[in-house]
């Protein structure tokens, strides 16, 4: 019977992992080595050894209504897209709304995690932690990760030869934090990531070039969607989701591209990806606009560097250069696991529904937010961890090895269906069909058809409106009495952060001012009859 359990990390999904566990009646610990929660997006100018790093600058790509917790909407002055330190205060918010601090020791980091003695019995874990220079092993029944996958850079640097020789500045995204001493610089950035391009786009202001170098191409959406609205409002609907999944591949492929390119022509900018329906999506509004103006120069991938320059595979070379800086993404890295639980450089598909290592004897440990959807991290995190602490007391089960394999290998065809490439991409998902997938396991999902009859306006925005967290907390265990109304009101939300200036709306016209222009026709058509 699991009552004890470990969480390693207390970023916002070691916070859903601790409230999780707390509406399942078992009794989380958690651990963060750093001095306090929030994770990644707590920003400080030092980088942090084993903490994700981010910039000044960095605001959030997905809006507010769809990324919040699920029975935890924002306040609504909030806006809509949050700058990062906006959004840790609502990681507070959410922390001591639900009375998770007292669960979390601070600066207090998890060193080792090993398999008890009688693990095959007992599926214990052994839990080793370091606080003030004192080590200390505790037994706990169940383990939750949710370490992130942004604290460990990945250089590739053999992909860039002759880099060593060269005699500029080279950092990291993860060490870049404010725009300050690239003035007149001739900068390169390799990688087309969403932070490579926030980067470019925030220095190309201040260098005097900017050189984005990129593989493959990558659909470019802005924040800014249709009719000024949040542009994942738009694309993240159920409605959309079943047509995407019903439509042959190539239908959506081509009607995603034209999406696209009506937005910009990626083609004539030479950004289009090759084949691919998604490959990383990129929120950039600015981007096509500084390709437009010069200030940043797309370029291949780079063929070599020498001390000052950069030759790159067309032929092109860059001279005097001053800068690299690598936006090349990030690794796994579970320092404290033994390679037999999981690999070190684990990327591919060993873990069952993305949250469990394939051929543990016990399912005691829980992986949470290693996946990369196509929506928010966070709302997939939170659902992983009721699924997982409902897994642990033993409320739904997994399947048998070859179950698992069949259910495994028809996920990969989706995820090819979906993302048509190629290395390494597991992680990325389908973000609704995976939140649908986990939802019915735990007996959450909704039943659509029912909720017509009995609430067809909710049903109406469950179906064709965004597609919100709140969706998850309608019906079944964990339900929450406010989602309905959460659901009704969620465009109050959006617009209030925007009536910062009320204009008085004209009143509507009402019927009676039409009755002089009705009685004016009424009489010319009578004179044209008469004539005629
Ligand atoms: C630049 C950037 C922008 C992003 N923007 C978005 C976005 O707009 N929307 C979105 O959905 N996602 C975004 N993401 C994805 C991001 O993964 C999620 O937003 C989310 O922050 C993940 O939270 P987490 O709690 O899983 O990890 P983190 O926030 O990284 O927290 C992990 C915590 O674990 C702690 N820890 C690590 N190792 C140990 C140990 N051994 N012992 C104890 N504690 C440990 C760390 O100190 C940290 O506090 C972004 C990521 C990056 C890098
Ligand atoms: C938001 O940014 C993160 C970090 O770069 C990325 O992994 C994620 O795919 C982005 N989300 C969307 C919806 O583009």
């Known amino acids: 019977m699991v009552k004890t359990v470990a969480i390693i990390g207390a970023g916002i999904s070691g916070l859903g992992a601790i409230k999780a566990c707390l509406e399942e009646g078992l009794e989380p610990t958690c651990f963060e080595r750093s001095d306090d929660i929030g994770g990644l997006w707590r920003f400080t100018d030092e980088v942090e050894d084993g903490r994700a790093s981010i910039y000044k600058s960095l605001v959030t790509n997905v809006s507010k209504e769809i990324m919040c917790q699920s029975d935890f909407p924002m306040p609504e002055d909030f806006p809509n897209f949050l700058p990062n330190h906006k959004y840790f205060e609502y990681i507070r918010l959410y922390a001591e709304n639900f009375n998770l601090v007292k669960y979390i020791k601070l600066k207090t980091s998890v060193c080792q995690v090993e398999k008890h003695t009688d693990f095959p019995v007992n599926g214990q874990w052994l839990v080793t932690t370091e606080s003030n220079g004192v080590k200390k092993t505790d037994i706990f029944d169940a383990v939750m990760v949710c370490t992130g996958q942004h604290a460990k850079p990945a250089l590739y640097l053999e992909n860039l030869p002759g880099i060593n020789t060269f005699r500029g500045r080279i950092l990291h995204c993860r060490e870049y934090k ?60 159920r409605s959309l989701n079943w047509i995407n999944n019903i439509m042959p591949p190539t239908v959506s492929r081509w009607m995603l591209k034209k999406d696209m390119n009506d937005h910009f022509n990626h083609d004539l900018y030479n ?79 060993s873990f069952y529904k993305k949250i469990i290592p394939l051929g543990i004897e016990k399912p005691t440990l829980a992986f949470i937010a290693f996946i990369l959807p196509i929506g928010p991290t966070m709302v997939v995190a939170e659902l992983q961890s009721r699924w997982a602490t409902r897994l642990f007391k033993g409320l739904h089960k997994l399947p048998d090895p070859e179950g698992m394999r069949i259910e495994m290998l028809r996920d990969e065809e989706r995820r090819k269906k979906w993302f048509a490439t190629s290395e390494n991409n597991f992680r990325r998902t389908n973000y609704i069909s995976y939140l649908d997938d986990l939802a019915s396991d735990i007996g959450v999902s909704l039943n659509i058809w029912k909720l017509f009859l009995t609430d067809p306006v909710l049903a109406w925005k469950v179906v064709f409106g965004p597609c919100n967290s709140y969706q998850l907390r309608l019906t079944g265990p964990g339900k929450w009495d406010g989602a309905r109304e959460a659901i009704m009101t969620q465009w109050d939300r959006i617009a209030k952060p925007l009536s910062t200036r009320v204009v008085k709306k004209k009143t509507k016209a009402n019927l009676l001012s039409y009755i002089p222009w009705i009685l004016c026709v009424g009489i010319l058509l009578f004179a044209v009859c008469l004539k005629g």
């Open 178 to 237: 404010r725009p300050i001493g690239f003035d007149g610089k001739q900068v390169l950035i390799i990688g087309m990531g969403n932070t490579g391009v926030d980067i470019a786009t925030e220095l190309c202001t201040k260098a005097s070039q900017v050189y984005l170098s990129c593989k493959t191409g990558v659909w470019v959406f802005g924040r800014l969607g249709k009719g000024g609205l949040p542009f994942d409002l738009g694309f993240l609907r």
């Open 271 to 349: 950004i289009q990806p090759e084949g691919t329906v998604w490959r990383e999506p990129l929120v950039n509004e600015e981007l096509p606009s500084r390709i437009l103006s010069g200030s940043i120069m797309i370029k291949p991938q780079v063929k070599k560097f020498t001390e000052t320059s950069v030759h790159f595979e067309d032929g092109s070379v860059v001279e005097n250069l001053d800068i690299v800086i690598l936006a090349t993404g990030y690794e796994y890295s579970f320092p404290f696991l033994d390679e037999s639980i999981i690999k070190k450089d684990e990327n591919k598909g």
